[in-house]
């Protein structure tokens, strides 16, 4: 196996592993390294099965089921589909325009996922890059006022809100249903966590999903979420994954944010992703 760093930000391909077959423990520890060390990991040339994609991500931990019951893959529930395809009767087969605006999956549950493994079924020739923000470097290169006004705070983060546009994203589009609604709720996370596995700490705050502070006037919150949105965004901190047929790419929710871009919608783009739970988020 060969892992070779793609960026000096963050992230990292690795070449030279098949994660159809089950990895022996050296080969699954240094998939594991790599990721806490990069953050975003491309497993390049995989030819997975669905069952094979949840059977490598259950590796890590259990996998969690997407409240968009009508975009999970029939028959295998742990993936999420994300596509722009649709099917004979005109439905669409996955989640058209999901994450396009910064954001780390499902902070707005209590046991955030510590990863996603998305894997690329179908890539349009240009385009439908997504971006990745090392939050590890957004949180060091603070200036130490602002560390100081972040220690014990916390943040609402919301699923519901965001298709409401009310987070600072704004960014409206697919809908919920009722049923779907009475699924969610708000849950708080602090605005600064350690990395369970590294020590680290970490900005935990995304404008697709952080709703209000906790304790805060909501001018207030609003004006420091858009500083800090402001700080962690900077290309300075992005790596920018650009596809490859068969990548199998694995991020860190628990350090990084990510944000889809779009694509000329003349193509496909097909997409299946499985989320594995984390711990709930804490601050040492
Ligand atoms: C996701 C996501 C981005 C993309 O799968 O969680 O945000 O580029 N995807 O498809
Ligand atoms: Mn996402």
């Not at 046991?111 to 385009?127: F, K, M, N, T």
């Not at 001018?219 to 901190?237: C, G, K, R, W």
């Not at 783009?269 to 989320?275: Q, S």
Request: proline share 7%.
């Amino acid at each position: 196996m060969i892992v070779t760093p793609l960026s000096p930000v963050m992230g990292a391909e690795i070449l030279g592993v098949d994660v159809a077959h089950v990895l022996g423990d050296s080969d699954f520890e240094t998939v594991r390294r790599a990721l806490l060390d990069h953050n975003v990991i491309a497993i390049r040339d995989q030819h997975l099965t669905p069952a094979q994609h949840v059977a490598f991500s259950q590796r890590f931990g259990d996998l969690m089921v997407h409240v968009k019951a009508e975009y999970l893959l029939p028959g295998q529930p742990e993936v999420l589909v994300l596509s722009n395809k649709k099917h004979p009767d005109g439905r669409a087969m996955g989640f058209e325009d999901a994450g396009r605006y910064w954001h780390s999956d499902m902070s707005y549950v209590d046991e955030p996922p510590l990863g996603s493994l998305l894997y690329a079924v179908e890539i349009p020739p240009e385009g439908g890059d997504t971006l990745f923000c090392n939050m590890y470097r957004a949180y060091e290169t603070l200036p130490n006022s602002t560390k100081k006004r972040l220690v014990g705070l916390r943040a609402a983060h919301s699923y519901v809100a965001s298709f409401e546009g009310k987070t600072s994203s704004g960014y409206a589009r697919d809908t919920l249903t009722d049923e779907q609604k009475a699924q969610l709720r708000e849950v708080i996370h602090p605005v600064v966590r350690t990395h369970p596995e590294t020590g680290r700490p970490a900005l935990y705050v995304n404008p697709g999903f952080t709703l209000r502070i906790e304790d805060l006037p909501q001018d207030e919150a609003v004006s420091l979420l858009d500083e800090l949105i402001q700080h962690m965004t900077q290309p300075a901190f992005q790596y920018r994954h650009v596809w490859k047929p068969h990548d199998l790419v694995f991020w860190d929710n628990r350090c990084t944010m990510h944000h889809a871009t779009t694509y000329d919608p003349s193509f496909a783009r097909h997409m299946h992703r499985t989320t594995v739970r984390g711990d709930r988020p804490f601050a040492a």
